[in-house]
């Protein structure tokens, strides 16, 4: 079986805001920064994995700071974890603003890439080889990470819902129902 190292795959891009990507309020998109992201996330799983990765899953997505148009958006991706035919792959995205060489945080996030083979069937990926404490931590976390999605997949079945167990989860919130 092949390994590889975290550091043969973790790349970073970076990319000038430009008031084509802003929304009326002149910030970037989200939308956009998502964009980013994913293409950072399949550069990252295709150079570690040696094939065409398509996204499986984005794990949660905060946007902590604004980004305005006329920054710098760095994007720094990293392998995380390795499945059999998947990845998950850490993101990082900070904003720099140009003329005052503040750098800020913007957001994080998980991106599960399946790598694809020629026949466009999953096929195998290059485990890992976790030489940092770093690196022992983050694929335990995606490992977590999975299990937890697994729970909240195997506690919400439509087909068992019942609307008088749920009521109460609505209470003091912005919402009122009125079913006939």
Same mark, same amino acid.
């Not at 140009?98 to 800020?104: A, E, F, L, P, Y």
């Not at 506690?155 to 209470?171: A, C, M, P, V, Y």
């Given at each position: 079986m092949e390994f590889k190292k975290i550091e043969d795959s973790q790349l970073e891009m970076t990319q000038l805001m430009l008031p084509s990507h802003s929304n009326f309020s002149g910030f970037i998109h989200g939308g956009y920064i998502l964009s980013l992201m994913? &293409? !950072?996330? #399949? !550069?990252?799983?295709? *150079? /570690?994995?040696? /094939?065409?990765?398509?996204?499986?899953?984005?794990? +949660?997505v905060d946007f902590l700071n604004p980004i305005e148009v006329g920054d710098l958006l760095r994007l720094k991706a990293s392998i995380n974890y390795t499945g059999r035919t998947s990845m998950v792959v850490g993101l990082r995205v900070e904003s720099e603003n140009? +003329?005052?060489?503040?750098? +800020?945080h913007c957001n994080s996030s998980y991106f599960t890439m399946v790598a694809k083979g020629e026949d466009g069937k999953s096929t195998k990926v290059p485990g890992l080889i976790l030489n940092t404490e770093t690196s022992v931590r983050r694929f335990a976390r995606s490992i977590i990470r &999975? &299990?937890?999605? +697994? %729970? @909240? *997949? %195997?506690?919400? /079945?439509?087909? %068992? #819902? @019942?609307? %008088?167990?749920?009521? &109460? /989860?609505? *209470?003091?919130q912005n919402a009122i129902v009125e079913i006939g």
């Open positions: 994913d &293409q !950072a996330a #399949f !550069a990252c799983a295709s *150079k /570690h994995s040696g /094939h065409y990765c398509v996204t499986a899953s984005v794990n +949660k140009i +003329k005052t060489g503040v750098i +800020k &999975q &299990q937890q999605a +697994k %729970e @909240r *997949k %195997e506690n919400f /079945h439509d087909s %068992e #819902f @019942r609307i %008088e167990d749920n009521l &109460q /989860h609505l *209470k003091g």
